[in-house]
């Protein structure tokens, strides 16, 4: 037996695709203080990148893992919701699924910080080179 959503094909399949990405992206907005914080940060520091980035590279690293940090934590979001989803009790494996999730988030953070005060520190504190 077979979802209505998979016999959508071509435009159709792209638009609602779309629309259900952005669903997810309110979702989180609405019900995940970590996520709006991150989002808060990604709208000062994507304009950010192209200013603080001298070529292309540097522009796609400081945006990218900007990016990346949103990824992760939707992604972190979307385990712990299914964790949740399976029931209220405590489980071995529910806990090391959500703390494996936070510890990517916490990877993801942790690479976007050192990069970003390695172009500052190219930028304002460094030889430069």
Do not use: C
């Not at 994507?46 to 992760?72: K, M, Q, R, T």
């Not at 071995?92 to 959500?98: P, T």
């Amino acid at each position: 037996m077979s979802s209505p959503f998979e016999r959508r094909t071509g435009l159709s399949r792209i638009i609602h695709a779309f629309g259900y990405s952005l669903a997810g992206l309110a979702s989180a907005l609405r019900s995940e203080s970590a996520f709006r914080q991150e989002s808060a940060l990604a709208v000062v520091l994507l304009p950010a990148a192209f200013w603080l980035g001298s070529n292309w590279v540097e522009i796609g690293l400081l945006a990218g893992s900007i990016i990346l940090v949103l990824v992760v934590e939707l992604l972190n979001t979307a385990v712990e919701s299914a964790i949740d989803r399976i029931g209220p009790e405590r489980h071995e494996l529910s806990g090391r699924a959500k703390d494996l999730g936070s510890a990517a988030v916490l990877l993801s953070l942790l690479l976007a910080g050192g990069l970003w005060a390695a172009a500052l520190w190219q930028r304002f504190g460094g030889s430069g080179a």
